[in-house]
């Protein structure tokens, strides 16, 4: 099995900043990937980022140029900076590790941390 612990999540006022850390433990030997999906109040979990082993991200497009993910491979953690956050960022975000199994590569995911951004 894999828990995770999830930390960072807050209310910022719009434009302020806050960081996210997310580390994996347990049963694990190699992490494909990790990133962070966010899930808003009537809407479907979307993609905001996510890091390869060798450092390749993929970003969301509404928050491209403001968020930073980044990974410490020993550590099994990743984390996301984000900045100039906006109302529309308020979201619970979810960590997510896809990692080898004897089945095949597969998704884990922490119970989420909240972002609220509000004046």
């Known amino acids: 099995q894999v828990q995770f612990v999830e930390s960072g999540g807050g209310l910022v006022q719009p434009g302020g900043s806050l960081r996210l850390s997310c580390a994996a433990s347990g049963t694990i030997f190699t992490i494909y990937s990790m990133g962070w999906y966010r899930q808003a109040p009537g809407k479907q979990r979307e993609l905001v980022a996510a890091i390869t082993s060798i450092g390749r991200t993929n970003y969301g497009d509404s928050v491209k140029g403001r968020f930073t993910i980044s990974r410490d491979n020993a550590k099994n953690m990743v984390y996301l900076q984000m900045n100039s956050l906006a109302p529309e960022d308020t979201a619970v975000y979810y960590c997510?590790?896809?990692?080898?199994?004897?089945?095949?590569?597969?998704?884990?995911w922490g119970q989420g941390t909240q972002v609220t951004v509000s004046s």
């Open positions: 997510n590790a896809n990692i080898a199994r004897y089945e095949g590569p597969t998704d884990y």
